[in-house]
């Protein structure tokens, strides 16, 4: 069952129209990660009485329109900071949006970037609970919330 | 006139500069709360303050605490721009000494009412 996948739907529309001046052409809410090419990721940890983390997990070519809008620079002119940057202020501002949403009180991480590497090993001892498959100018990219889960016990 | 931004992102930065020098600004800009106090007293009052809520070194918060706990800084129109957007949230902000408070994402029509309500547009 996915948990709040309108309300992340609803914010991420938000923030890709008024800061990003780009639109989501398409959104699937769900459970299941569709399988795609995401070279770029975003993670936000969210700690209180609701601990997991948000992911925004991108391939470059979106996240160099993202960053162009952002910057207002060509794709070629831009560093791998300022990708960097601009991915994680687009976390950062979904995560937080949807900090509101979540039961009591919590609290958002600064933003983390990585470049490559698979987004579901990047928060350990989480479930995926709700997850966007999205695409702008059909380019996909995805969304997604993990619940923290109890570490195992220790032998 | 003069304003400050003070954002972690230096996308974010740019965002609400650009906004800004296209109604007429001269913009600063700090990478951290920290950075927005050495540029204060580097560069004198501006006339208006833009401060986002969570950054290393010295947060949001901890920036409108301080600038307000010194006199010839009280009287600076200081702005929240933040995706902190809880109720809870906003009073503290307020009654910390901020005079505005604007949620990311906004647009640039949303910053100008802002700042608007603050008397501090140049028209």
């Known amino acids: 069952m996915q948990f709040l996948g309108e309300e992340i739907r609803q914010t991420t529309e938000s923030v890709w129209n008024s800061i990003l001046g780009l639109c989501i052409d398409a959104t699937e809410i769900g459970v ?14 969210i700690a209180g009485e609701w601990g997991g983390a948000l992911v925004v997990a991108c391939p470059t070519v979106l996240l160099e329109r993202i960053a162009s809008g952002m910057f ?8 791998p900071d300022e990708l960097r940057d601009a991915l994680g202020e687009t976390t ?3 995560g937080g949006n949807l900090k509101a949403l979540l039961p009591g009180v919590c609290f958002l991480s600064l933003p983390a970037v990585s470049h490559g590497g698979d987004w579901k090993k990047k928060v350990p001892y989480a ?10 100018d059909g380019v996909p990219f995805t969304i997604a919330l993990l619940e923290k889960t109890p570490r195992p016990a220790q032998a | ?30 990478v951290h709360g920290r950075d927005g106090l050495e540029k204060l007293k580097s560069y004198g009052k501006p006339e208006v303050i833009l401060v986002d809520w969570n950054m290393p070194e010295m947060n949001g918060y901890e920036f409108i ?38 949620m990311k994402p906004f647009t640039p029509e949303m910053l100008s009412e802002k700042l608007a309500i603050l008397g501090v547009t140049m028209s």
Request: contains cysteine.
């Open chain 2, 65 to 102: 605490k301080a600038v307000r706990a010194i006199e010839a800084w009280r009287d600076i129109p200081l702005m929240m721009v933040t995706t902190e957007t809880e109720t809870s949230q906003v009073v503290r902000a307020l009654a910390a000494g901020a005079n505005e408070y604007l």
């Open chain 1, 32 to 45: 299941e990660h569709a399988a795609r090419t995401e070279d770029w990721i975003g993670c936000v940890q």
């Open chain 1, 92 to 94: 950062n501002m979904v």
């Open chain 1, 127 to 136: 479930r995926l609970v709700t997850i966007l498959n999205c695409t702008t």
């Open chain 2, 1 to 30: 006139m003069r304003a400050l931004v003070i954002d972690d992102s230096a996308a974010m930065r740019n965002i609400i500069s650009r906004s800004l020098v296209t109604i007429g600004f001269d913009v600063m800009q700090a």
């Open chain 1, 72 to 79: 207002g620079k060509q794709a070629n002119e831009l560093t």
